[in-house]
């Protein structure tokens, strides 16, 4: 008698074969440059609690063009993973009634740039008021 091996369907690039995979895939992959731009933003806070000679070590390096260049690449993974979470957020969350009537996904997507803009310029407003 003999045993037949059990198929075993091949998962190499299973996301490339649907652009919904691919986008997602691409979404999940801003998470290492933030990760990235958050770990160094911790360096610069662990160097402004080691004194002023570390702080302005770490500020020489944050003021290379090459890490002028990486900010600008963070900025754009997290532009891009905020549109494209935006944009999937009404599918992902529980449906929301008002008045018995569904609250429509645009509404949502508004809300969410809505929040992001107030929450953007109360910041700015901490950070160089008086």
């Known amino acids: ?3 037949r091996k059990p198929y075993v369907r091949s998962m190499d690039g299973w996301w490339r074969r649907n652009p919904h995979f691919t986008r ?4 999940e992959a801003t998470s290492i440059f933030l990760a990235l731009y958050a770990g160094i933003m911790l ?3 662990v160097a402004l609690a080691d004194g002023e ?3 302005d ?3 020489r390096f944050a003021r290379h063009p090459l890490s002028l260049v990486l900010h600008v690449i963070v900025l754009a993974a997290a532009v891009f993973h ?3 979470w935006f944009a999937v957020s009404p599918k992902a969350m529980p449906a929301m009634r008002v008045g ?4 429509p996904p645009g509404f949502i997507i508004a809300s969410q740039y809505a929040a992001t803009a107030v929450a953007s ?3 700015v407003l901490l950070a160089w008021g008086p």
């Open 43 to 45: 360096l610069g806070l």
């Open 24 to 27: 997602y895939m691409m979404r």
């Open 82 to 84: 905020s549109v494209t």
């Open 1 to 3: 008698m003999t045993r």
């Open 121 to 123: 310029i109360v910041v």
């Open 53 to 55: 000679t570390a702080y």
């Open 100 to 103: 018995g009537k569904p609250m």
């Open 57 to 59: 070590t770490w500020l």
